[in-house]
């Protein structure tokens, strides 16, 4: 049974992730930050929280020692480091914290390895805000790096150390360069999730309008689940390596806003320009989406769209989740939530349809796992 230590276990990603390899037969120590209150509804979600091949361990990638300890208790074949302070907008207002979780946590856990076992091999999730003010379309392994914000420098660094640490050490340290990946389970701050929660109030219980900030920005959205299945191919390898994964396609916030609306029968007019855009209604005029400065940022990624031939080649991997599916999925849900009153992040969202409606993406126990939930009451 081969072993795998995941940090960020209450994440998007650390989710799903933890899900795969558990389907594969792995072992999974997985990692969360001490709280008063923990936040397990995504594992609770996905029916893995009381698997007997997981175990959930306190980590705080701040603390070196700890990262020691952890790599020690889990004796790990694979290291998944996603645990990081994730978002763009908050790292403008808490540099050093930024800083410190997301550039110096993972160097923790490189040195946790050296130290401790240097065969294990590791994943670093670096992100693609590291091309930032980009240099090249479509963005590619060898595209030069611009970071935007200290979230993006923050990741530049951690993915430059994984590097030295590969060519320095020999470790096996692989550096995914993942463009935007999202799902039912996206956190609430993040546009999609914001877009398309937004969109079932609005439909079921008469909502406001959704309040955004810079709806001409171009994102390259994918699928998480197929994203967290790329991380595991690039550990599987026989070479260490740096993988760009993305779908190739990209699209403003505001198209994803219109798909969003489409995906729950409303129609959306865009009128007006810059502060005073406004989505509308064309059938009673009714104001659907509107601009609020706030969430404009102090310095902005406008355009991401990336090119992973080499993930294809190499690993075999490449994406399915259309666009125009990603939107349906998330909206389903969020309607689904809400339909039965499960408003809060906080608690389990049993939107398990969305699920067995994409048997392909999932693995064959997960969708088993899954029916037989649905099966309950
Ligand atoms: P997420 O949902 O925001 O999850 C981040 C995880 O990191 C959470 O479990 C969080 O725990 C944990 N964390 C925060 N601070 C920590 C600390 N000091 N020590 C240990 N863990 C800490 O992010 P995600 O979307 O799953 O992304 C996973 C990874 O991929 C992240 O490193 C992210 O930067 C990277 N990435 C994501 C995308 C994307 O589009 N999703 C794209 C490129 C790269 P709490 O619940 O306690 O906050
Ligand atoms: O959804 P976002 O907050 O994601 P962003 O900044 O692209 O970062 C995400 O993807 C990165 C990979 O490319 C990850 F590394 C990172 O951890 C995170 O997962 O914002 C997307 C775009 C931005 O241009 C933002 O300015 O949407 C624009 N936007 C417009 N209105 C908004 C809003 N973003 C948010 N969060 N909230 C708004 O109201």
Redesign the pocket.
Known sequence: MKRALI??????????LASLLLDKGYHVTA???R?SAP?FWRIEHLGIRNHPNLKLLE????DLSSCIRIVQAAEPDEVY???????VTYSFEQPLTTA???GL?PMHMLEAIRLVNGRIRYYQ?????MFGKVQAVPQSETTPFYPRSP?GVS?LFAHWMTVNYRESFGLFGCS???????SP???LD?VTRKITDGVARIKLQNGPPVELGNLGAKRD?GF?LE?VEGMWRMLQASEPDTYVLATNRTETVRDFATLSFEAAGIAVEWVGKDENERGISPVDGRELVRINPRYYRPAEVDLLKGDSTKARMKLGWKPKTTLEELCTMMVRADLARIERSLVTEKEPARDLETLVSTPHLVGAGEHERVRVLMRQP
Request: hydrophobic share 35%; charged share 15%.
């Open positions: 940090t960020g276990i209450t994440g998007q990603d650390g989710a799903y990692t969360h930050r709280s936040n980590l705080d990638l701040i480091n996603l645990g990081a302070q994730t978002f410190q979780i997301t946590g999730a670096s992100s693609a805000e979230y990741k995914g360069i993942l463009f935007n990946h999202e389970l996206r956190g993040f959205w998480a994203y």
